[in-house]
C-alpha cells in the first residue's frame, strides 16, 4: 500500500514564501508581476488654510515711522562724490565711445525647417550625415505620451520596427506596467545612422541642437534616454549617471529621465531589477 502523501506542510512553506518574500525574488521581469493592493486608496486630507490675524478697529498700532526717501548728504562727503560721478561719467578715448562689436550667431539651415519631414530632409545634407545611405527617422503616433531615444539605430533591427524586435518587446512590457501602452510610445535617435567611433564634442554640440529642433515638432509628454553615453552626450559630463537615473530631468523643457543600457538589461536580470526597484521610484514621471 503506498504512503499517502502530505502537502499540507510544503503548501504552506509555499505561501509563505509568496507572501513575506516571493515579490522581491529578482525575476526575468520583475514588473511583470504586480502584487495587488488590499487596502482602499483613500482620498487626499483636506489643506487647512492657516487662520490670519487682522488688526482690530481702534487698536494701537505704535507711532508711525516717516522716513525720508532723500538723503542729506554732508558737506564733506558731497564733494568726492561729485568728483567720482563725474569721472565715471566722461567716456575715454578722447570723449568718444567705442562701439560695440556686432556678435554674429550662427544660424544652421535646419533651424528654419517648419515640418519634420524638412527637417529631416535638411539634415540629411548636413555634413554630420555626409556619406549616410540614410538616417533613422521618428517612428511613433503624432506627439506620443512617451519618447524612446536611443543613441543610434543598430544595423540589425529593421527601420521602423524597432518596438518589434526582443528588446523593443521588453520595453513595451516595462512600460505597459507604467500605464503608458504601445500606441503611445515613440522611438527617436540621437545619432540618426549606425555609429561606429565615438562623437567628438563639437559634434555633440550639433547633435542636441538637432535634437532640440526635432522635438518640436514631435513634442512628447515625456522622453527617456538609455545608456550612460547617451546621459552624458544629452546632459553633459558634470551630472553623475549613477546618482541621476530614473531621477526627474528635464531637456530643452521636455520631462526627461534616464535608464540603464536597454540592450545591456534586455539580457540581465540584476539591471532589471535595479531600473524597476531603484531607478523608476526615484522620479516622479512614472507610477506603477
Given at each position: ?60 498700532q ?34 568718444v ?17 517648419d515640418?519634420?519631414?524638412?527637417f ?8 554630420v ?8 527617422r ?25 518596438l ?20 503611445n ?12 567611433r ?9 547633435l ?50 534616464s ?30
Open positions: 500500500m503506498d504512503e499517502e502523501i502530505d502537502l499540507n506542510e510544503l503548501r504552506s512553506y509555499l505561501e509563505g514564501q509568496a507572501d513575506l518574500g516571493g515579490y522581491d525574488l529578482v525575476l526575468d521581469e520583475p514588473w511583470a508581476l504586480q502584487k495587488p493592493s488590499k487596502l482602499p486608496h483613500s482620498a487626499p486630507a483636506p489643506v487647512r488654510a492657516m487662520p490670519t490675524i487682522a488688526p482690530q478697529p481702534g487698536a494701537d505704535g507711532p508711525a515711522l516717516v522716513m525720508s526717501s532723500q538723503p542729506v548728504p554732508s558737506r564733506a562727503s558731497s564733494q568726492p562724490a561729485a568728483s567720482f560721478a563725474q569721472s565715471v561719467s566722461t567716456p575715454a578715448f578722447g570723449g565711445m567705442p562701439a560695440p562689436r556686432p556678435v554674429k550667431k550662427t544660424v544652421s539651415a535646419f533651424e528654419s525647417a515640418s519634420l519631414n524638412a529631416y530632409e535638411i539634415i540629411a545634407k548636413e555634413s550625415y555626409a556619406g549616410a545611405q540614410s538616417i533613422a521618428y517612428e511613433g503616433p503624432e506627439h506620443p505620451q512617451l519618447l524612446l531615444l536611443f543613441d543610434a539605430p543598430r544595423a540589425d533591427i529593421p527601420s521602423g520596427q524597432f518589434a524586435s526582443p528588446t523593443g518587446e521588453m520595453l513595451v512590457r516595462l512600460f505597459a506596467s507604467l500605464h503608458v501602452e504601445q500606441s510610445i515613440g522611438v527617436a535617435f540621437f545619432y540618426k545612422s549606425t555609429m561606429s565615438n562623437l567628438p564634442p563639437l559634434l555633440e554640440t550639433a542636441r541642437k538637432m535634437l532640440a529642433k526635432e522635438l518640436s515638432f514631435i513634442a512628447p509628454q515625456t522622453m527617456v534616454t538609455f545608456g550612460e553615453p547617451l546621459f552624458h552626450q544629452i546632459f553633459g559630463k558634470g551630472k553623475n549617471f549613477n546618482d541621476c537615473a530614473g531621477s526627474d530631468m528635464d531637456f530643452n523643457g521636455v520631462k526627461t529621465t535608464l540603464v543600457d536597454a540592450f545591456a538589461m534586455a539580457g540581465d536580470k540584476q539591471l532589471k531589477w535595479v531600473t524597476w526597484k531603484v531607478h523608476i521610484p526615484r522620479g516622479t514621471y512614472f507610477k506603477a
